[in-house]
């Protein structure tokens, strides 16, 4: 397991560091893909740079970090390789913890059709997924703080999934500060932890509120330090609006691989606000339904929640959709019951292939225009909405299939479709 | 950081001392030695100043000095031999002026490419405070429409201009009074304001009706409160800079329709006088064409115990030699503005024309008709300058003719011009339409002084801006700002403002570089024409630039020997203005057509999405029973009428 382990990363580090030393690492760090107004380098260099010039950096709408991360790279980076490196390390612990998690999660649907020996695997897995995936490293050349709060939300599921309470609630308002959507992660983090602690789901038990309080209190508390510590640093509340209004508002409409730039760029200035409320709540709003759904299956909702996150959030970035993706080699009992992740795989490499083609010919060549890459990132979408769907499906087909049986016969004895009602 | 702070008061401080050289300047700039006014003008001035700041004695004794030269001059005219020059002004006035005053003269420069630069200045002072007394109901000379719009809006100064073109700085020289193309306006506040921006919004919507220009499309996106660049003009000793506004509009389109309501402020109007001259036909038909409003609060007497209002009117326009359609060389009143001049103003207390004669002391490049006697001297832009001067007051200048059609007779020869201490230009360099980079270019033609200039860039906040990657190189080398105000844009709320201050080493060009990033904007947001661009407005450079006749190292020219031994302490730098060019920035657009097209489509995804999910957690999986033929259930519903069990 180390051996292999080890060499990936080493494929990994060195994939990396070629990029990055190539030509290529400046063109890669200017894609709209890899890098949103919210994760730029660029825009964390300018913040750096205000900060020297005496200037506060959220008086401007250039830097939208939150300021713990700009005082980590106040002190920590001067240099880009250092944070190059940095940022590969994060990545290698985010390895590594998905390993420990996959180590240990698979266990709950070890039923029938798993074999030991494939667990053994997954982890390695998981790590190649994510390491190797091409989204990963170019976010990771491009230098993109993508990398870093996805760190925080994979040292969250690990510190989840080992049970530990209190770092889970750390890590969890951590990963909210750094931008708000990872909130909806506290509902699946609630019932992995309350399902290890054999503490039953019950709105009528005292010991189930007891729980949810115990935890929304270190949540709060730590997001409450981190909140006042930000302000002690900066000595003004500036970056609320500038951070978590920038995320809510979605005032800068550069293009994304999202559905917000386009949409609000042609909105009707009346209906803008009312737009811009359905679009958030969309992304909150599956939180309720799904954790009904799946409460016998956390990290599966866990991994719904980061899908549904990457896919309707208001600046997405390449390294959002591979966080979630690093889940799939789990779901690999799942693939019999896939129905269309052939198309959905072509489209999705497709649309990868087609951003950049698309960008050229409207920014650069001239001869096309903006409607060319927002149907790309229509289709994009689609074919992520498509494929979470289906997981979603092979999920609940396997579920149903461990409950009544794998082959199903009608009431005649002649063999049985399922469907949904 | 106390490095930082040091430095900045440092820079301050020169920067007041900058202030106090423009202030007498710009009294000083288009008068000349034997006017009246300016002499009372200068000491007044000093005087403002020392009691803003004693330990200034320097700014003083300059002052005096360069007072003291131009008592002198007469004596050293080269060409003016025969020229008595009527000195009045040695003796200050005794006699109680008027409450009100007005004086205009015509500048007319011929410039070496052969065309003829024509400066109008108009300027009406009055006594009175609009400060003490709430209402001021008697107007005379003073516009009532800018007097009312002073004491409403407690304004200190103002100053507006409307140009239509861009002043050629390398050949044309310096102009006398600089602006950038399009509108601009700054304005100086009384400090006793409290609400500036609610203040400086009304004032700009009152200010577009005056002028009938688009001035109400100045709003907090393209106003900047610049620290350094523009300081108050007139006395007072506010340099507050929360009470300064400055916002240009680029893309302002100058034509008669502002040229008339300007014409309206004049005393005569458009009836009597040098004004007579203005006929909008001519003027729009030129390569040039600069109008503005100065207004500003200046000393009444040698005390500057009482203040009067200043409102200085000046027009400039550059007639093109190949414009106006005949190849000759060969300039006058009537060809240029289609009129002749007959009276003076009958208000006006002053009634000039120049004509600017320096390089042409023995008439080799151009002949004047008719000849004038009077011949007159000033240090305008840090040269000596000499004009011919012809007063429209006294009866004689009209001659028998009982009218004034000067005549400029150009000759082949053309000299070489000096070329301007100072210029700059500034264009966009990248491709495509997601990045940029804006490349400012100083230029310091100075053979051996190096001196600081202040630059002032707006830029709108669509065109993001990166601090960082700021570079300033002038001969190769890194030349680090000593002084840089650095204020972010916020989305459709302010633009970037950025003001350092550059050393230009002597006889460099100093390269500026920034890069920007263009933003897409909402579809609402772009102008009627998204494909044509969007304007920049013009980086302002202010300088004190070391005097020519400071340069002027050749000691062929007959001097007194006592004068000559020490460099010329006479005039060492004077003020100057430079405006680069307007940017046009194309950004990337979205398609106009299409809103409903869009709202459909993403809102489709967003239901393919929602109902999905809403699918498979609704529902439950069930064993697929096939439904009954068409046939059996027809059947069944006759059984279930007839009563009979169904199949």
Redesign the interface.
């Known amino acids: 397991m180390a051996a292999p382990l080890t060499l990936l990363l080493l494929v990994a580090v060195t994939v990396r560091a070629a990029l990055f030393r190539s030509s290529l690492s400046e063109l890669i760090s200017?894609r709209?893909e890899v890098v949103s107004p919210l994760t730029a380098w660029?825009r964390v260099?300018?913040g750096?740079?205000?900060l020297d010039?005496?200037?506060s950096p959220y008086?401007?709408?250039?830097f939208h970090e939150t300021p713990l991360t700009i005082y980590l790279f106040h002190f920590l980076v001067d240099y880009a390789e250092v944070t190059f490196m940095v940022s590969v390390k994060k990545n290698v612990f985010r390895k590594q913890k998905f390993a420990l998690e996959a180590d240990r999660y698979p266990l709950d649907c070890l039923e029938l059709i798993r074999s030991p020996k494939e667990m053994y695997y997954i982890p390695l897995k998981v790590a190649m997924f994510y390491l190797l995936n091409p989204f990963t490293i170019l976010s990771c050349v491009a230098k993109s703080t993508c990398g870093l709060n996805n760190a925080i939300i994979a040292l969250f599921i690990l510190s989840t999934i080992k049970g530990n309470v209190l770092l889970s609630a750390i890590f969890l308002s951590l990963a909210t500060y750094q931008s708000i959507y990872p909130l909806t992660l506290c509902a699946p983090a609630l019932l992995y932890l309350m399902q290890r602690q054999y503490i039953p789901v019950n709105f009528r038990r005292a010991s189930f509120w007891w729980f949810i309080v115990q935890y929304a209190f270190m949540y709060l508390g730590s997001l409450f330090v981190i909140i006042c510590l930000s302000f002690f640093l900066l000595g003004s509340w500036d970056y609320l609006p500038s951070v978590y209004g920038f995320i809510l508002s979605v005032?800068?409409?550069?293009?994304n691989i999202g559905?917000f730039?386009?949409?609000?760029?042609?909105?009707?200035?009346h209906f803008r606000l009312f737009?811009l409320c359905v679009?958030q709540i969309?992304v909150f709003f599956?939180t309720i339904?799904?954790s009904i759904?799946l409460k016998e299956h956390p990290v599966f909702l866990i991994f719904m929640q980061l899908a549904?996150i990457s896919?309707?959030k208001s600046y997405p970035t390449v390294g959002d959709i591979s966080l979630y993706m690093a889940f799939l080699p789990v779901w690999s009992h799942l693939h019999r019951f896939l129905r269309n992740i052939f198309l959905v795989s072509c489209v999705l490499l497709a649309c990868s292939a087609l951003f950049p083609v698309l960008w050229h010919l409207?920014?650069?060549a001239g001869s096309a225009?903006?409607?060319f890459y927002?149907a790309i990132t229509?289709l994009f979408?689609?074919a992520q909405?498509?494929l979470v769907?289906d997981y979603?499906?092979a999920f609940?087909?396997r579920e149903?299939h461990l409950t009544y049986g794998l082959y199903?016969k009608?009431?005649d004895g002649s063999e049985?479709?399922?469907?949904?009602? | 950081m106390a490095a930082h702070r040091c430095s900045f008061s440092a820079v301050l401080f020169a920067l007041w001392g900058l202030s106090l050289l423009t202030v007498a300047r710009g009294q000083e700039a288009t008068l000349e030695g034997n006017d009246r006014t300016a002499v009372v003008d200068n000491p007044e001035s000093v005087a403002g100043a020392a009691e803003q700041a004693a330990g200034q004695p320097a700014a003083e004794d300059r002052r005096w000095e360069a007072t003291a030269v131009e008592e002198v001059s007469p004596t050293e005219a080269g060409g003016g031999s025969d020229s008595p020059a009527p000195k009045p002004a040695a003796s200050p006035p005794s006699v109680p002026r008027p409450k009100d005053d007005f004086q205009e003269e015509l500048v007319i420069r011929p410039l070496h490419s052969g065309d003829i630069y024509t400066s109008f200045q108009f300027r009406t002072l009055w006594e009175t405070d609009f400060t003490r007394e709430n209402k001021v109901s008697h107007y005379r000379l003073f516009p009532k429409s800018l007097g009312q719009v002073i004491s409403k809006f407690s304004v200190r100064e103002l100053h507006i201009s409307f140009t239509q073109g861009y002043w050629r700085t390398m050949q044309w020289g310096q102009p006398y009074l600089p602006s950038p193309p399009g509108a601009e306006l700054w304005v100086w506040f009384q400090d006793s304001l409290t609400d500036v921006d609610g203040t400086w919004k009304e004032l700009t919507n009152v200010l577009s009706g005056i002028f009938c220009a688009s001035l109400n499309f100045i709003d907090s996106t393209n106003t900047v409160q610049p620290s350094a660049s523009f300081k108050p003009l007139g006395i007072g000793n506010v340099t507050d800079h929360r009470f300064l506004r400055y916002a240009t509009l680029p893309r302002e389109i100058v034509c008669t329709e502002n040229l008339t309501p300007w014409k309206k402020l004049l005393p005569c109007g458009s009836k009597a006088g040098l004004a007579v001259l203005l006929k909008s036909e001519k003027l729009f038909h030129s390569s040039f064409h600069s109008q503005a409003v100065h207004i500003r609060p200046v000393c009444k007497d040698d005390q500057c115990k009482t203040t009067s209002w200043e409102l200085r009117q000046t027009l400039n326009v550059v007639f093109d030699l190949h414009n106006s359609g005949q190849g000759k060389n060969e300039w006058s009143l009537f060809k240029m503005f289609s009129r002749t001049l007959t009276e003076a103003c009958p208000v006006a207390s002053s009634s000039k024309i120049y004509i600017d004669i320096t390089d042409n002391s023995q008439g080799e490049q151009f002949e004047l008709s008719p000849a004038t006697p009077l011949l007159s001297q000033a240090v305008v832009l840090g040269d000596r300058r000499t004009f011919s001067v012809y007063d429209l007051t006294q009866q004689i200048t009209f001659g028998t003719m009982r009218s004034l059609n000067l005549l400029i007779r150009g000759k082949s020869s053309q000299g070489d011009m000096l070329r301007p201490l100072l210029h700059a230009e500034r264009y966009v360099a990248g491709y495509g339409l997601q990045t940029g980079e804006i490349h400012t270019l100083m230029y310091n033609n100075h053979p051996y002084r190096s001196f600081p200039v202040l630059l002032l860039d707006s830029v709108p906040w669509y065109l993001r801006l990166y601090i960082h990657t700021l570079t300033v190189t002038s001969k190769g080398k890194d030349n680090k700002p000593s002084y840089i105000h650095y204020q972010p844009s916020k989305d459709r709320v302010r633009p970037h403002l950025l003001e350092m201050l550059v050393q230009l080493p002597p006889n460099s060009v100093t390269e500026v570089t920034l890069q920007f990033e263009r933003a897409l904007l909402k579809w609402t947001e772009y102008t009627p024409d998204p494909n044509h661009g969007f304007y920049v407005g013009s980086s302002v450079i202010s300088s004190l630039v070391p005097s020519i006749v400071a340069m002027d190292t050749n000691n062929s020219r007959e001097r007194p020997l006592f004068s000559s031994f020490f460099p010329s302490k006479e005039e060492s730098s004077y003020f100057v203005r430079v405006y680069t060019e307007p940017l046009l920035v194309n950004l990337p657009t979205p398609d106009f057509s299409m809103p409903y097209n869009v709202i459909c489509l993403t809102c489709t995804v967003v239901a393919v999405g929602y109902g999905s999910l809403y699918n498979l957690l609704t529902r439950s999986f069930q064993i697929e029973e096939p439904s009954p033929g068409l046939a059996k259930r027809i059947a069944n519903i006759i059984r279930k009428m007839r009563g009979v069990p169904p199949l």
């Open positions: 200017e709209v660029k260099i300018e750096l740079a205000l010039l005496g200037v008086s401007g709408d250039v005032p800068d409409l550069t293009p559905l730039w386009y949409f609000f760029a042609e909105m009707f200035e737009f679009f969309n599956y339904p799904l759904k549904v896919i309707f409207w920014i650069y225009n903006s409607n927002y229509l979408n689609v909405i498509l769907s979603f499906y609940l087909r149903h199903l009608r009431k049985a479709t399922l469907v949904l009602k």
